[in-house]
C-alpha cells in the first residue's frame, strides 16, 4: 500500500520539528501509533534519547536549533541519506511544530524579541518547507502540516509579535498549498487555542480561569487532541483538503 493510499501512515517517514516539546511529542507518539516512521527533531538531547528508547525501531532523532540554516540542510541530508540507505521510507509527512511565544506589549517588544519569533515561528518553518517540499515532489507526494495559532487568526492584545509571526506562517500555508498541489503536496495548519503545555505553564489558576471564561467548551485543551488533528490532515482521511487552517481551541471568543 502507498503512503498516498494509505489513510495511516504506513510506509511513510513524517520529520516532526518540536518534538520534544508537550504538542510535538503527542504528535510524534500518534504518528507512531499510525504506523509512520518518525523523524523527531529539537535541541532537547535528553528528552530526544528517551524518545528514542521509547520508540526505538520506529523513530530517528536529529539534535539541532532550528534558527541555524545549515543544520536545517544538514538535518534534510541526513534525512535523504536513510531514505537512500533504505534506513527509513521516504519522507511523505513534515509537521512544523516548534515554536516559542513572546508575550509583551508594544512599548516593551525589542527588535531582538521581533526577530527571534519570525526566526523559529516562521523563517524556520519555512526552510523546513522549502527542503521537504523537494523530497516530496520525487514521489508526487506529501502532506504538510503548520502549528500555527488562534493568536495568530484572532489577534491578542500583549501578543503581537508572536501573532504576526504565526499569522505569517498561515499566510505562506494557505500560498504553498496552491504553488505545491500540482508536485501531489497538500499543505494545512492546526490553530491551537490554549493548550496546557510548558509554554502556558507560567499561566496561575486564577489566569487560566480567565482564559477558559473566554473558550465555550470552558477549559485548555490536551496536546494530545492537536495531535489528532494534525494526524487528519497528515493523512489521506484528508487528501482532498489543503490550504485549511483546522482551529483546536473549544471555541475561543476573544
Ligand atoms: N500551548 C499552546 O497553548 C499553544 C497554542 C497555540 C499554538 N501553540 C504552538 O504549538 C507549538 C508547540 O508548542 P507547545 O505548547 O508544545 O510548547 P513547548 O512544550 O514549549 O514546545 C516547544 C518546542 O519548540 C522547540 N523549540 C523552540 N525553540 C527552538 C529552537 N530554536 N530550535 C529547535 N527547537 C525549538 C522546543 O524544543 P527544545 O525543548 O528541544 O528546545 C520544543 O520542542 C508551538 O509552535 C506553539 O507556538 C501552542
Known amino acids: 500500500m502507498t503512503a498516498l493510499s494509505s489513510p495511516n501512515l ?19 507518539t500518534r504518528a507512531i501509533a499510525d504506523k509512520a516512521f518518525v523523524i523527531a527533531c529539537g535541541r532537547n538531547e535528553s528528552k530526544l534519547e528517551q524518545l528514542s528508547s521509547q520508540f526505538e525501531g520506529q523513530i530517528h532523532t536529529l539534535c539541532y536549533d532550528v534558527t541555524d540554516e545549515k543544520a536545517i540542510s544538514n538535518a534534510f541530508r541526513e534525512v535523504q541519506k536513510g531514505v537512500t540507505a533504505k534506513r527509513w521510507p521516504a519522507l511523505y509527512g513534515l509537521v ?30 519555512y526552510q523546513h518547507m522549502q527542503l521537504a517540499s523537494r523530497l516530496m515532489s520525487r514521489q508526487k507526494a506529501g502532506s504538510i502540516v503548520n502549528i500555527v495559532s488562534q493568536v495568530g487568526e484572532l489577534g491578542s492584545s500583549g501578543m503581537s509579535a508572536y501573532a504576526a509571526s504565526k499569522a505569517a506562517l498561515t499566510g505562506a500555508t494557505k500560498s504553498l498549498a496552491k504553488e505545491l498541489a500540482p508536485k501531489g503536496i ?24 480567565k482564559v477558559y471564561g473566554r473558550i465555550e467548551l470552558r477549559r485548555g485543551g490536551t496536546a494530545k487532541e492537536v495531535a489528532d488533528a494534525v494526524l487528519y490532515l497528515l493523512s489521506s482521511h484528508a487528501s482532498y483538503t489543503t490550504g485549511h487552517v483546522l482551529p483546536v481551541d473549544g471555541l475561543f471568543c476573544p
Open 186 to 209: 497538500r499543505v494545512n495548519a492546526v490553530a491551537p487555542g490554549f493548550i496546557d503545555t510548558a509554554l502556558t505553564s507560567h499561566y496561575d489558576d486564577p489566569a487560566k480561569q
Open 96 to 125: 512544523n511544530s516548534a515554536g516559542i511565544m513572546a508575550e509583551a506589549v508594544l512599548p516593551m517588544t525589542s527588535g531582538e524579541t521581533l526577530k527571534q519569533q519570525m526566526a523559529v515561528n516562521f523563517f524556520a518553518p
Open 10 to 28: 504506513a510506509d511513510s517517514s513524517v520529520l516532526i520539528t518540536g518534538a520534544t516539546g508537550d504538542i510535538g511529542e503527542a504528535i510524534v
